[in-house]
Every structure is written in structure tokens, then in C-alpha cells.
């Protein structure tokens, strides 16, 4: 452990040898192709289905009547938010379609192609209904109702309130405020989501290959909504090209294939094209934000308010809802700073548009931008350097009991620690003669800075009181096997993150193996036990853990063998290089011999009961609903006052999370994230119509950042090993997104300040960068 082992499939998977989804064939295969909703919001009049049927190749076309006989409709619904009532969902649309791109009509055929030929002889006659595209017409009172199941377009409405801060805004020095846009955006995965499911008839079985991050959690939902045993299905995660939360939910048509598999009891796949994908994926991110800050005068923070207005879309993501992006949004603000004072909202509505789901951190980036800009203008208003401010206003998080004024927990953190890396890793004070100097010329720089917290390992007491069945234990089954090899069944899930490499090191760093000698075995339900997958930052935090310990357990018992045929203590005996050494350092025997003689000649070991030699251990923290990581980030970036462009030039993230088990897996992480985090502030954006008809729904239209407009991101660590758990690692997946946008937001308006122009809306395109300034007091310019 701690060493930079490559991630150990990425030779195989750069050499185009993956097997994902979409690269597995059965015989009889067939494929779906689905007709969608050409309105955001429609009345589906009637059906026509005979054209399509009559074509040669097509199987079945099937409606929601249909796929209502094998599927149950679903609807979200949390237990302590019984306010936010989704409406019930089908497969495919049943009477009424709410948003462009709902499938409506599924069509069968033995290829592709003849299904999306066949699609197009589907004749359907609409009556459009009004459109709710936006969410200040969600949110008006005389508002048309998203779907007609509906009472009311609001899902969500809550609000606390920490100490007491009207006083404080009362008596504040300065008091800064600052309304906040956040277009909403999609993951855009390498790999689209696909699902291959098969349905034997003969002994009542569904197995479905899934692009997903949690196989577990889809078994539960498919058989719960198929009507079968859960001993009766079977989910397996092959080789996932990327996921960032987008696949982590039920989706309607992967539901539909599911049960075209078992209504036709035939192999059904369905993969989702590039164009489809904007229109289909969830979506995440739409908010309003206004935010206020109460500060004194030697630059204490006093007090802060929020209040968002987050965008849901057509439905509530199933099983988890879309609460999460404005409940973190809130509730996440200010967690890294001393703060007594606080007064937060979040409304969330439903909107003629895709469901808003999970994207990477989940609401984390909106509440980091929030606060740093706040804080920024602050420190503006008070002539006080932007990093001396959050200097002084670090929370003071040594213990593991400390909360922010949103009731985050905040336990054992560095950030004073990560400030002071951060800003020699940077060389801040030469960056800001040169950024004076430059500015003399007529080049505008700017340097912005974005401390965060980063919630990781997330435990049972998020979604247990919600009564949402997403597990969130991890479980890892280590077995010897006769030749000395170790198998490591992992109920964790790896999309890319290195996950399996991370878990190999643990356990042959902890049984004293070469990592040559453990295999990781993950994604399939069969095979592996049961657990939460991959999300939240919890990989190696929790499923490492459970490596940790069950190779300990292992190891015990590999030990109590050896010291039965040496005729020693097993407490003087060590392992290394698969080697069992006596108490003097003399080599004894293999771990292959004690495995050869436990398995084939078990009678000769001197011992009452021979120990297991396969382990299972599970963990999920109880203590605390998670565990905080921390760190602070930095941008460098320069605006063209001319043109409204913004190049990044810089790039820097000092993260703490805690012991680091692969430096070269959690930078690349960090890395990755920071590129999420650029892209959400400068390109990322679905553009809607003010008819609810989505614009960009191309990657020649929705921007991407590519390789030429990242800057070098130069990474480094505090190590600050968390005591929830014996391994010390905390989770790292979101921690680069959580705080990059905000680093740019912070940055791109400090180059601005000249001319007293602040940006408002993300992204921050050419055009909006010229609107700003051409808004600007022409005093200031």
C-alpha cells in the first residue's frame, strides 16, 4: 500500500480488448429501438402499430399496455421528505408523454437498423398541452401542471435555520450578495448506457448485462418490478466505460427491455445512441442560487443565507429522487468555515424535461461555488487578500464530532494545513506581482481559490431513514485457493477508477502476497457478495476496509495452520513475498504449501478444526454518516476583455484523503475531476427553447473540454488517516469536482474585477463574458 501501482486493466482496455455490454452476443439475439416523444409535453391521441408490425424482421412492437401485464409501475417516494411525491412511472409512456425524448413505443427486430426503420412507420397523433420548460414558470402560481397525475409542480420545499441570522446581518460590517445560474448538464460517458437482458422461460431466470454502477441495487429494483424471486435474477456489470453517477439510477427504457426479455422470453439489447443519450440520460446541476454573507470587520464570517431553486425535470429519479443536487447545495455551503449563523432554502420543481439525477458530487459544486464567490466579494468589499480570508475562517475540525452551520459533519480535517501547501505549490506571491504587473499591459489575469469539503464513504443513515433500498455496506469474500492464489470477490464496482488495483494491494500488502498472486473478481450478483457499488467516494474507503479485514481474518487462519505443522507459536510467524518466516527470519514453507495441505491433505494438519480458508467481511460505517474528506484548489486563468474567452494556465489541488493507497490512482482521480469541474464552468450546457425543446443534442454542440484546453494540474496530499475505519483512507472520486468549477468562477471574476464585472451564470461562455462587462459600471471600467 501506498505505492503507485499501475491501474492493472488499463493495458488491456487501451488496447481495445474491453468487453463491455454492447460486445456481448447470445444466440437469438434481438434488439429494441424505441419511438420517443418529439413534445416536451403531449397527449399520446392514439397508436398505430401495424405499419411497423407488418415489416419483415420486426418481432414485436409493444406500447405501456403491453409492458403493464410482466411490469409494475414505480414511484419515488423518501420516507423523511414526504412532501416530494413523484408521479408514477411505466416503461414506456401511458397516455401522456412529459418531455422530449420519453419513449413511448418499443420495437423488436433481429438488428438495429431494421428496429429504427421499423420506428419510423409508427404513426402516433398528439394533442400538445401546455409546457412547463423552465423554472420560473414551474414555479408561477397560475403554472400548468407538468404531468397530469400531478396537483402541483412543487417536489420539494425546505428550510432550516442555525443560530440567529438576522442579528448577525444585522451587525455585520459588510454584507455581500450574489445571485447564482447553473445550466443544467448530462454525464457524457465514454460508453452510452446499454442493457442486454435474457429471460429463460424454462426455469423462470432474468439475467441482465448492464452498464451500471450498482448490480445489486438493479437486481432488487428488477425483480421488485417484474414480479420475480430475487433468487430468480441475476445482474453483471461487465467492463463499464465511465458512469459519474449518470448510471446509477432505474431508467424507464432499460426497465422496458427488462421486461420485453421476459414478455417475449426472448435476449433483448438495447444500446443508446449518442443523440438519444442527451434527451434520455438524467440530467443534473439546473439551479438558481441567492446567496448572502454577513462579514465583520477584521474578516470573520458571521453569518450566510441560501436559497436555491433546483430543477427536477419530468420525474423524480428512481429509487434515490433528484433531491440530493439542491438539499447538498444548501446544506453543503460553508461546510470548510467557522459559521454559527445560518438560514437555508431549497424548492425544487418538476419541469417538462429529462429527470434530474446524480452527476459527480451531487450539489457539492454549486455550494462550493456559492461560498467561495461570496467570500471573494467579501474579502473585495474589506481590501482584504482572498487568500487571507479564508484563512482566518478555516473550521476548526480536529475532533471527530464537529458539524458546519448545515449540519455537515466535519471530523479530523486539515485545510490549514492544505492552505499553506496549497499556496507554496502555487507560488501565490509571485503570481500576484506578476498578475499587477500584466494587468499594466493590458492583460487580465486572475487567481481564484476554492477550499471544499468532500462527503466520501457514505454510510446506511443516508438512505436508510428514507426507506430507499440502496444498500450501503460493502463486502469483500477472500478465498485461498489450492495453489496459493488469492480470489477477492468485491461487492464494489470499478467504471474506471482503479478500484480493483486499489483493493489487490490491500489485501496482498496485507496477507504478505506478490499482488500478482489476487484476483478481483466484481459486478456480477451471481458471484460476488452483496454490497452498495460503486458511489459517493467510497470504493477503497469501504469496500477497502472489508479487503482489510478479511484479509486480516485470512491471515490468521493461513498462520494457525502453519504454526499447527511447524509445532510453533503462530504468533511468532510473519508472512512476506508469500513466504512464512520463523521468529529467527528463517524461511519455513509457502503459502501455496499451507494451501496444498488445507485443501488435499487436511488430515495431516494437527489441529481440532482447521480454520476457514474462505473469508467474508463486511463493513458500513455506524458512527457517522460519512466520512469528510478536505482540500483547497487554485485556478490561474486569463480573459480576453476583447473576445469574452478565457484560457486556463494553471491548475492546483492540495486533497486530503487520508492514507492514500495509490498516489498515481487518487491524482488521476483528482485530475479527472478538476476536468469536470473546468467543463461545468466554461463549455458544459443544455440548451432548452423556451417551448422545452432541447438545442445542443449533439456532441457537435454540447461542448466537452478536450485535451487542448486543460492546463497542467499539479496535485499534492495531507494525510490525515480518518478513525471510522482501521485502513485510514477516505474517498477521493468527486473531490476534483467538487471544488473546480468554483476555483474557475473565483478565478475568471478576479481577472474581471478591473472592470468591476462579475460573472452569474454557468457556464461562462464568450458571449455571457461580454454581456457582463458590457453591464459593468462604466465608472469601474
Same mark, same amino acid.
Given at each position: 500500500?501506498?505505492? /503507485?501501482? /499501475?491501474?492493472?486493466?488499463?493495458s488491456?482496455?487501451?488496447?481495445?480488448?474491453?468487453?463491455?455490454?454492447?460486445?456481448?452476443d447470445v444466440?437469438?439475439?434481438?434488439?429494441v429501438?424505441?419511438v420517443?416523444?418529439?413534445?416536451p409535453?403531449? %397527449?399520446?391521441d392514439?397508436?398505430?402499430?401495424e405499419?411497423?408490425k407488418a415489416?419483415?424482421?420486426?418481432?414485436a412492437? +409493444?406500447t405501456?399496455?403491453?409492458?403493464?401485464?410482466?411490469?409494475?409501475?414505480?414511484?419515488?417516494?423518501?420516507?423523511?421528505?414526504?412532501?416530494?411525491?413523484?408521479?408514477?412511472?411505466?416503461?414506456l409512456?401511458?397516455?401522456?408523454?412529459?418531455?422530449?425524448?420519453?419513449?413511448?413505443?418499443?420495437?423488436?427486430?433481429g438488428?438495429?437498423?431494421?428496429?429504427? $426503420?421499423?420506428?419510423?412507420?409508427?404513426?402516433?397523433?398528439?394533442?400538445?398541452?401546455?409546457?412547463?420548460?423552465?423554472?420560473?414558470?414551474?414555479?408561477?402560481?397560475?403554472?400548468?401542471?407538468?404531468n397530469?397525475?400531478?396537483t402541483?409542480?412543487?417536489?420539494?420545499?425546505?428550510?432550516?435555520?442555525?443560530?440567529d441570522?438576522?442579528?448577525?446581518?444585522?451587525?455585520?460590517?459588510?454584507?455581500?450578495?450574489?445571485?447564482?445560474?447553473?445550466?443544467?448538464?448530462?454525464?457524457?460517458? &465514454?460508453?452510452?448506457?446499454?442493457?442486454?437482458?435474457?429471460?429463460?422461460?424454462?426455469?423462470g431466470?432474468?439475467?441482465?448485462?448492464?452498464?451500471?454502477?450498482?448490480?445489486?441495487?438493479?437486481?432488487?429494483?428488477?425483480a421488485?418490478q417484474?414480479?420475480?424471486?430475487?433468487?430468480?435474477?441475476? =445482474?453483471?456489470?461487465?467492463?463499464?466505460?465511465?458512469?459519474?453517477?449518470?448510471?446509477l439510477?432505474a431508467?424507464?427504457?432499460?426497465?422496458?427491455?427488462?421486461?420485453?426479455?421476459?414478455?417475449?422470453?426472448?435476449?433483448?439489447?438495447?444500446c443508446?445512441?449518442?443523440l438519444?443519450?442527451?434527451?434520455?440520460?438524467n440530467?443534473?446541476?439546473e439551479?438558481?442560487?441567492?446567496g448572502r454573507?454577513?462579514?465583520?470587520?477584521?474578516?470573520?464570517?458571521?453569518?450566510?443565507?441560501?436559497?436555491?431553486?433546483?430543477?427536477?425535470g419530468?420525474?423524480s429519479?428512481?429509487?434515490?429522487g433528484?433531491?440530493?443536487?439542491?438539499?447538498?447545495?444548501?446544506?453543503?455551503?460553508?461546510?470548510?468555515?467557522r459559521?454559527?449563523?445560518?438560514?437555508g432554502?431549497v424548492?425544487?420543481?418538476f419541469?417538462?424535461?429529462?429527470?434530474?439525477?446524480?452527476?459527480?458530487?451531487?450539489?457539492?459544486p454549486?455550494?462550493?461555488?456559492?461560498?467561495?464567490?461570496?467570500?471573494d466579494?467579501?474579502?473585495?468589499?474589506?481590501?482584504?487578500?482572498?487568500?487571507?480570508?479564508?484563512?482566518r475562517?478555516?473550521a476548526?475540525?480536529?475532533?471527530v464530532?464537529?458539524?458546519?452551520?448545515?449540519?455537515i459533519?466535519?471530523?479530523?480535517?486539515?485545510?490549514e %494545513? *492544505?492552505?499553506?501547501?496549497?499556496?507554496?505549490l502555487?507560488?501565490?506571491?509571485?503570481?500576484?506581482?506578476?498578475?499587477?504587473s500584466?494587468?499594466?499591459?493590458?492583460?487580465?489575469?486572475?487567481i481564484?481559490?476554492?477550499a471544499?469539503?468532500?462527503?466520501?464513504?457514505?454510510?446506511?443513515s443516508?438512505?436508510?431513514?428514507?426507506?430507499?433500498r440502496?444498500?450501503?455496506q460493502?463486502?469483500?469474500?477472500?478465498? &485461498?485457493?489450492?495453489?496459493?492464489?488469492?480470489r *477477492?470477490?468485491?461487492?464494489?464496482t470499478?467504471?474506471?477508477?482503479g478500484?480493483?488495483?486499489a483493493?489487490?494491494?490491500?489485501?496482498?500488502?496485507?496477507?504478505g502476497?506478490?499482488?500478482?498472486?489476487?484476483?478481483?473478481?466484481?459486478? $456480477?450478483t451471481?458471484?460476488?457478495?452483496?454490497g452498495?457499488?460503486?458511489?459517493?467516494?467510497?470504493?477503497?474507503?469501504?469496500?477497502?476496509?472489508?479487503?482489510?479485514?478479511?484479509?486480516r481474518?485470512?491471515?490468521?487462519?493461513?498462520?494457525?495452520?502453519?504454526?499447527? +505443522?511447524?509445532?510453533?507459536?503462530?504468533?511468532?510467524?510473519t508472512v512476506?513475498?508469500?513466504?512464512?518466516?520463523s521468529?529467527?527470519?528463517?524461511a519455513q514453507?509457502t503459502?501455496a504449501?499451507?494451501?496444498?495441505?488445507?485443501c488435499?491433505s487436511?488430515?495431516?494438519?494437527? &489441529?481440532?478444526?482447521?480454520?476457514? &480458508?474462505e473469508i467474508?467481511?463486511?463493513?458500513a460505517?455506524?458512527?457517522v454518516?460519512?466520512?469528510?474528506?478536505?482540500?483547497?484548489?487554485a485556478a490561474h486563468?486569463e480573459?480576453?476583455?476583447?473576445l469574452?474567452?478565457?484560457?486556463?494556465?494553471?491548475?492546483?489541488?492540495?486533497?486530503? *484523503?487520508?492514507r492514500?493507497?495509490?498516489?498515481?490512482?487518487? $491524482?488521476?482521480?483528482?485530475?479527472?475531476?478538476?476536468?469536470q469541474?473546468?467543463?461545468a464552468?466554461l463549455?458544459?450546457? *443544455?440548451?432548452?427553447s423556451?417551448?422545452?425543446?432541447?438545442?445542443?443534442?449533439?456532441l457537435?454542440d454540447?461542448?466537452?473540454?478536450?485535451?487542448?484546453?486543460?492546463?497542467?494540474?499539479?496535485?499534492?496530499?495531507m494525510?490525515?488517516?480518518?478513525?471510522a475505519?482501521?485502513?485510514?483512507?477516505?474517498g =477521493?472520486g468527486?473531490?476534483?469536482t467538487?471544488?473546480?468549477?468554483?476555483?474557475?468562477w473565483t478565478?475568471v471574476?478576479?481577472?474581471l474585477?478591473?472592470?468591476?464585472?462579475?460573472?452569474?451564470?454557468?457556464?461562462f461562455?464568450?458571449?455571457r463574458?461580454?454581456?457582463r462587462?458590457?453591464?459593468?459600471?462604466?465608472?469601474?471600467?
Amino acid at each position: 500500500m501506498g505505492a /503507485p501501482v /499501475p491501474r492493472r486493466e488499463a493495458s488491456r482496455l487501451v488496447a481495445g480488448k474491453g468487453r463491455y455490454t454492447d460486445d456481448i452476443d447470445v444466440a437469438g439475439l434481438l434488439h429494441v429501438a424505441f419511438v420517443r416523444s418529439p413534445y416536451p409535453h403531449a %397527449r399520446i391521441d392514439t397508436i398505430d402499430v401495424e405499419d411497423a408490425k407488418a415489416m419483415q424482421g420486426v418481432v414485436a412492437v +409493444l406500447t405501456a399496455d403491453d409492458l403493464a401485464a410482466v411490469c409494475a409501475p414505480w414511484q419515488t417516494r423518501l420516507a423523511l421528505l414526504p412532501s416530494h411525491v413523484s408521479p408514477p412511472q411505466m416503461p414506456l409512456a401511458q397516455g401522456e408523454a412529459c418531455w422530449q425524448g420519453e419513449a413511448v413505443v418499443a420495437i423488436v427486430a433481429g438488428s438495429r437498423a431494421l428496429a429504427e $426503420d421499423a420506428a419510423e412507420r409508427v404513426d402516433i397523433t398528439w394533442s400538445e398541452l401546455p409546457v412547463v420548460p423552465d423554472l420560473e414558470t414551474a414555479a408561477a402560481p397560475d403554472a400548468p401542471m407538468v404531468n397530469g397525475a400531478m396537483t402541483s409542480n412543487l417536489g420539494l420545499d425546505h428550510n432550516f435555520v442555525a443560530g440567529d441570522p438576522d442579528g448577525a446581518f444585522r451587525d455585520a460590517a459588510v454584507v455581500v450578495e450574489h445571485d447564482f445560474a447553473f445550466d443544467r448538464q448530462t454525464g457524457v460517458t &465514454l460508453e452510452p448506457r446499454v442493457i442486454l437482458a435474457e429471460f429463460d422461460p424454462r426455469v423462470g431466470e432474468l439475467t441482465v448485462h448492464h452498464s451500471h454502477q450498482v448490480p445489486h441495487q438493479m437486481r432488487d429494483v428488477f425483480a421488485a418490478q417484474l414480479k420475480l424471486p430475487l433468487s430468480k435474477v441475476r =445482474v453483471v456489470t461487465p467492463d463499464v466505460g465511465g458512469a459519474f453517477g449518470l448510471k446509477l439510477a432505474a431508467y424507464p427504457d432499460e426497465m422496458a427491455v427488462a421486461a420485453i426479455a421476459v414478455l417475449l422470453g426472448k435476449p433483448v439489447k438495447y444500446c443508446v445512441d449518442r443523440l438519444e443519450a442527451f434527451i434520455s440520460d438524467n440530467h443534473a446541476r439546473e439551479a438558481k442560487v441567492r446567496g448572502r454573507l454577513a462579514v465583520a470587520g477584521d474578516g470573520t464570517l458571521l453569518a450566510m443565507e441560501v436559497s436555491v431553486v433546483s430543477g427536477f425535470g419530468a420525474y423524480s429519479a428512481y429509487p434515490r429522487g433528484s433531491v440530493g443536487e439542491g438539499l447538498q447545495a444548501v446544506h453543503m455551503s460553508a461546510a470548510p468555515y467557522r459559521l454559527a449563523n445560518f438560514r437555508g432554502r431549497v424548492r425544487g420543481y418538476f419541469q417538462n424535461k429529462p429527470p434530474s439525477g446524480v452527476l459527480r458530487a451531487v450539489g457539492q459544486p454549486i455550494a462550493t461555488t456559492v461560498t467561495e464567490q461570496l467570500l471573494d466579494l467579501a474579502a473585495r468589499k474589506l481590501d482584504l487578500d482572498p487568500a487571507e480570508i479564508r484563512r482566518r475562517n478555516y473550521a476548526d475540525a480536529a475532533t471527530v464530532t464537529s458539524r458546519s452551520a448545515g449540519g455537515i459533519v466535519l471530523s479530523e480535517l486539515s485545510l490549514e %494545513r *492544505c492552505h499553506e501547501r496549497l499556496l507554496a505549490l502555487m507560488d501565490y506571491e509571485t503570481l500576484r506581482r506578476e498578475q499587477t504587473s500584466l494587468r499594466k499591459r493590458g492583460i487580465h489575469r486572475g487567481i481564484g481559490f476554492a477550499a471544499f469539503i468532500e462527503q466520501t464513504a457514505v454510510g446506511p443513515s443516508l438512505y436508510g431513514p428514507q426507506n430507499v433500498r440502496a444498500s450501503a455496506q460493502e463486502t469483500c469474500r477472500l478465498t &485461498l485457493e489450492a495453489d496459493g492464489g488469492v480470489r *477477492c470477490a468485491t461487492s464494489i464496482t470499478d467504471q474506471g477508477q482503479g478500484t480493483r488495483t486499489a483493493l489487490a494491494q490491500i489485501v496482498a500488502d496485507e496477507l504478505g502476497v506478490g499482488i500478482e498472486t489476487v484476483d478481483i473478481a466484481t459486478g $456480477d450478483t451471481q458471484s460476488t457478495p452483496f454490497g452498495g457499488g460503486a458511489w459517493a467516494s467510497r470504493g477503497t474507503a469501504l469496500g477497502g476496509e472489508a479487503a482489510l479485514r478479511a484479509a486480516r481474518r485470512l491471515k490468521d487462519s493461513v498462520l494457525a495452520i502453519a504454526g499447527s +505443522l511447524l509445532q510453533t507459536d503462530a504468533g511468532a510467524l510473519t508472512v512476506r513475498n508469500g513466504t512464512i518466516y520463523s521468529a529467527a527470519g528463517l524461511a519455513q514453507m509457502t503459502i501455496a504449501d499451507i494451501a496444498a495441505a488445507a485443501c488435499f491433505s487436511a488430515h495431516t494438519v494437527p &489441529l481440532t478444526e482447521l480454520p476457514p &480458508l474462505e473469508i467474508t467481511e463486511s463493513f458500513a460505517p455506524r458512527e457517522v454518516p460519512y466520512v469528510a474528506a478536505n482540500g483547497i484548489q487554485a485556478a490561474h486563468v486569463e480573459v480576453d476583455p476583447e473576445l469574452g474567452t478565457i484560457r486556463v494556465l494553471d491548475f492546483w489541488v492540495v486533497d486530503d *484523503c487520508g492514507r492514500v493507497i495509490n498516489p498515481l490512482l487518487v $491524482d488521476e482521480q483528482i485530475r479527472g475531476g478538476v476536468v469536470q469541474g473546468i467543463g461545468a464552468a466554461l463549455y458544459e450546457q *443544455c440548451i432548452y427553447s423556451a417551448d422545452g425543446q432541447l438545442e445542443n443534442g449533439s456532441l457537435a454542440d454540447y461542448l466537452v473540454p478536450m485535451a487542448g484546453e486543460m492546463p497542467d494540474i499539479h496535485v499534492a496530499h495531507m494525510e490525515t488517516p480518518t478513525s471510522a475505519t482501521t485502513l485510514g483512507a477516505r474517498g =477521493v472520486g468527486e473531490a476534483g469536482t467538487v471544488g473546480g468549477a468554483a476555483a474557475i468562477w473565483t478565478a475568471v471574476n478576479d481577472a474581471l474585477s478591473p472592470f468591476g464585472a462579475v460573472m452569474t451564470a454557468q457556464p461562462f461562455t464568450p458571449e455571457r463574458v461580454l454581456d457582463r462587462l458590457e453591464a459593468a459600471e462604466p465608472a469601474a471600467r
